[in-house]
Nanobody, 126 residues
Framework: QVQLVESGGGSVQAGGSLRLSCAAS???????VGWFRQAPGKDREGIAA????????YYADSVKDRFTIFYDNAKKTLYLQMNSLKPEDTAMYYC????????????????????WGQGTQVTVSS
């Protein structure tokens, strides 16, 4: 059974940085792990994903060049480094895991992921 536990959310001013962590257990290198976010009244949005087996990554245009997804295999922990934060980045952030490499057309689709963490809130003030 895959288990995911996020941490690291909080409140920050625009232009600041935060690092989210997702402690993972129960999965192998055959999984894609990703970060999603959901703001009130909006759909859940895929923002970054990484296939553990090869290290391939994808980013949404909205966070490219500001956010970095990386994985520490020794700690079995997924991270999301968020720099140059904007008020529009305010949302609940979730990590998720799905079996296999989901590919460029599906990595951002929530229904492709089988396991989810409980979420961590990020609030960016202007």
């Amino acid at each position: 059974q895959v288990q995911l536990v996020e941490s690291g959310g909080g409140s920050v001013q625009a232009g600041g940085s935060l690092r989210l962590s997702c402690a993972a257990s129960g999965y192998s290198s055959s999984y894609t792990v990703g970060w999603f976010r959901q703001a009130p009244g909006k759909d859940r949005e895929g923002i970054a994903a990484r296939y553990i087996g090869t290290g391939n990554v994808y980013y949404a245009d909205s966070v490219k060049d500001r956010f970095t997804i990386f994985y520490d295999n020794a700690k079995k922990t997924l991270y999301l480094q968020m720099n140059s934060l904007k008020p529009e980045d305010t949302a609940m952030y979730y990590c998720a895991a799905g079996l296999g490499w989901l590919g460029s057309s599906t990595w951002g689709l929530p229904q492709e992921y089988n396991y989810w963490g409980q979420g961590t809130q990020v609030t960016v003030s202007s």
